[in-house]
């Protein structure tokens, strides 16, 4: 069984936080439309455990359970990650074989070859919970950004929990460094990416979310909400995604005025697992064909 370096080799790099200045959100004035990856695929969880339905769905969109995987737990705001970090329980539990954990506060060094090598090979790239601010401040727009987004390009899948589920949107909310609860902080709204035009919230119906992402898209009618309840995760391949785990999903669309999302005074409504729903339509189109699934 072939492993790059063994389990758990950590690549680690530490040094002196350097604050980024970007812009508020070129993204949302450049492209509205919403949209999925070309290729590749996504897997988005709303925090909470990560059950071995979604795992399976991970690992089976990474090409198995030997593909090679890179986490990385900047978020999470430790200085270093062992070995036996704990946030890998989960993976060598299930039966990965092979993982590499990296990690940098450094701009500089997320943006050099050397860092980013590991992730060329990778078919898996999975971002743990924290602080999504931590991300923005480590690896927007650097060379490690830009390899993920290879990751897609090569077939592979992306995916992240909490934090690491917000940070995968073109629009990121809660990014305050502060706290939490601020849902559009100036200088921390835009995430990588990975899905367009869409802003993704979690711990939803656990912390009593499920009306938060209204007033971000009263404010950005163009952006979709979706929010995401703990062990439970959207499966975004193309133009469609799949709601899988234990819970349910909110979409929020300011675009759409009439219809069901006004019942009971909501502009929302849940998704539950199993249903689909169309990026392009922004519509609900019913339950996946498990034939389909990979």
């Not at 925090?47 to 999470?76: H, K, Q, S, Y």
């Amino acid at each position: 069984m072939g492993r790059r370096g063994g389990m758990g080799k950590t690549l680690v790099a530490l040094a002196v936080l350097c604050l980024p200045a970007f812009p508020a959100h070129p993204a949302l004035s450049a492209d509205p439309v919403v949209k999925g990856p070309e290729r590749g695929a996504l897997v988005i969880v709303g925090g909470g455990r990560v059950g071995p339905e979604i795992l399976t769905r991970f690992f089976d969109l990474a090409g198995g359970r030997d593909a090679p995987l890179v986490v990385i737990p900047t978020a999470n705001g430790a200085d270093t990650f062992p070995d036996d970090w704990s946030g890998l329980k989960m993976f060598k539990d299930f039966g990965v074989t092979t993982i590499t954990l990296l990690h940098t506060t450094d701009r500089k060094i997320a943006d050099s070859e050397e860092f980013v090598r590991p992730i060329t090979t990778a078919r898996a790239v999975w971002f743990p919970g924290g602080r999504q601010w931590r991300l923005v401040d480590s690896y927007l727009h650097t060379r490690t950004q830009r390899e993920i987004e290879r990751v897609l390009e090569r077939g592979g899948v992306v995916g992240g929990s909490s934090a690491g589920a917000s940070i995968l949107a073109s629009y990121m909310v809660r990014g305050a460094r502060e706290n939490n609860d601020i849902m559009m902080a100036p200088g921390y709204e835009e995430g990588f990416g990975l899905i367009k035009g869409v802003a993704i919230d979690q711990h939803m119906l656990t912390r009593n979310r499920q009306d938060d992402l209204e007033e971000v898209v009263a404010k950005h009618p163009d952006v979709l909400g979706i929010g995401l309840d703990e062990s439970t995760a959207i499966v975004v391949r193309g133009q469609q995604f799949e709601v899988t785990g234990a819970s349910k999903v909110a979409i929020h669309d300011g675009r759409i005025v009439k219809g069901a999302q006004e019942r009971h005074g909501k502009k929302y409504f849940f998704m539950a697992p199993g249903e689909r729903y169309d990026l392009t339509k922004l519509e609900r189109i019913g339950k996946a064909n498990r034939s389909e699934q990979p």
